[in-house]
């Protein structure tokens, strides 16, 4: 699939809507979880796909591409140093991916399967001067329109969680070309991705 946009009005929209507070974009997205197919529930969650390597450890300065599937990320490393910038290729059979990425506080030290089992979770993590550290679009089958919030590049040593929050089902281009809003597009569709296991932790040092 061929996703038509114009990126660089669109782009800027998108950072506009997404460099808000984290607590209440994921309020926004977690309310499509709760209204979602009931036959997406239960979903073992898993941060890579089954079989799928990761990447160990990755030096400052280096570029990581990080892959999207449906509904994992391939290629997250375990570490990396400050300084190294992620970018995101989405290989999926005909969704839009994304990574918001954000920094956890230092005395957090649940799992990322613990955080993401209750959206509770994630609303405690939020606060008004917490929007995410980085948010890279993918539209299927490409590499763009890439960051949308920061460069991809991650500097602060820390504990960061990555997750995908499309609603599973979303048409691409509607999403990309949706109107400006206080919050994520407003587009139909189901549980965000990360209710299918899309999301993943990683360190920065």
Known sequence: ?????????RTDRRRRRLVGPLAAGLALT????ACGDSDDEGAAPTTTAAGQP?????????????????????????????????????????????????????????????LFSDPANLDSLGGEESPPDAVLL?????DMPGAVVGDGSFTKPGRYLMACFIPTGADPEAYL?????????EVEGGPPHFTQGMYAEFTVE
């Open 30 to 33: 977690l309310g499509l979880a």
């Open 54 to 114: 990761t990447t160990t450890q990755a030096a400052s300065g280096e570029t990581v591409e990080i892959t999207a599937v449906d509904y994992a990320f391939q290629g997250v490393p375990d570490t990396v140093e400050a300084g190294t910038k992620f970018t995101l290729t989405n290989e999926s059979g005909g969704e839009l991916h994304e990574i918001v990425a954000f920094r956890l506080p230092d005395d957090e030290t649940r799992s990322a399967e613990e």
């Open 177 to 185: 070309n949706a109107p400006p809003s206080d919050g994520p597009p």
């Open 1 to 9: 699939m061929h996703v038509q946009f114009q990126q660089d009005t």
């Open 138 to 142: 993918a539209a299927p089958g490409s």
